[in-house]
């Protein structure tokens, strides 16, 4: 079962997304694991998927250019 606060979790980064159209400022290592977690879960947890290419985003932007 997915937990509440995993929701949450996801609902506030999915939100500051949103509003700011930036990765910047969201804990992407947490917000992976929570990811990871509620797909567990719930492999169909919409607000996860919806995440998912946003995490790989970030970490695209985090990687060092060669």
Do not use: K
């Not at 997915?2 to 290592?29: C, K, M, P, W, Y």
């Not at 790989?56 to 932007?61: D, M, Q, S, T, V």
């Amino acid at each position: 079962m997915v937990q509440f606060h995993d929701l949450q979790i996801l609902l506030d980064a999915n939100n500051r997304f949103e509003l700011t159209q930036s990765v910047e400022g969201l804990a992407i290592d947490e917000l992976e694991r929570v990811c990871d977690r509620v797909l567990a879960s719930d492999p169909l947890e919409p607000l996860a998927f919806r995440l998912g290419p946003i995490i790989e985003h970030a970490r695209e932007l985090q990687a060092p250019d060669d």
